[in-house]
T-cell receptor
């Protein structure tokens, strides 16, 4: 079964450092997303990406965050200067027109710990 | 008011029993509804989409009540492997791709 892969599975960083989380979406999917889940809380939407541009972003996705699809397979989330409250599990997801643009497949997540 | 509300549980269910729980949503423009399952510290996985007429997938039955703005999930003949957190997920017409998640209902199936 096709899957979304994410790296790293866990990253520990110091406050103020830049972090890049990487994702390889399902190969024939066209829509890409980042969500996050702070420990013990609900999953929250960060950003959606289609046709090489951001489609929608939440209020969480401020100027410290950026996304990029640098090549045909990777989809990255960059946090420019991490804060303690950025500690969370970050899930990448993708969806495709054949399965339904709104039927998302999630990756296993990247756990970010900011010290 | 939270956009998607769920009873956090836990619902402690003997193996083989039936359990049901609801979720309410606040945005009447919501168009698509899903139940996801999340195991501890894992990613959400789609359990089933919820259709207007209600739908069934094996032991799982989902219902949608647009008038009262709630969806429900019923699990029959519970298995130990059904122990998980069940996430109610809603998509609004004006928020393409932006899924709204509930905080989840925890189900614990006991032998």
């Amino acid at each position: 079964e096709p899957e979304v892969t994410q790296t790293p599975s866990h990253q520990v960083t110091q406050m103020g450092q830049e972090v890049i989380l990487r994702c390889v979406p399902i190969s024939n999917h066209l829509y890409f997303y980042w969500y996050r889940q702070i420990l013990g809380q609900k999953v929250e939407f960060l950003v959606s990406f289609y046709n090489n541009e951001i489609s929608e972003k939440s209020e969480i996705f401020d100027d410290q965050f950026s996304v990029e699809r640098p090549d045909g397979s990777n989809f990255t989330l960059k946090i420019r200067s991490t804060k303690l409250e950025d500690s969370a599990m970050y899930f990448c997801a993708s969806s495709g027109s054949s399965s339904g643009a709104n039927v998302l497949t999630f990756g296993a997540g990247s756990r970010l710990t900011v010290l | 008011r939270k956009e998607v509300e769920q009873d956090p549980g836990p619902f402690n269910v003997p193996e083989g029993a039936t359990v049901a729980f609801n979720c309410t949503y606040s945005n009447s423009a919501s168009q698509s509804f899903f139940w996801y399952r999340q195991d501890c510290r894992k990613e959400p996985k789609l359990l089933m989409s919820v259709y207007s007429s209600g739908n069934e997938d094996g032991r799982f039955t989902a219902q949608l009540n647009r008038a009262s703005q709630y969806i429900s999930l019923l699990i029959r003949d519970s298995k130990l492997s059904d122990s998980a957190t069940y996430l109610c997920v809603v998509l609004s017409t004006d928020s393409w791709g932006k899924l709204q998640f509930g905080a989840g209902t925890q189900v614990v199936v006991t032998p």
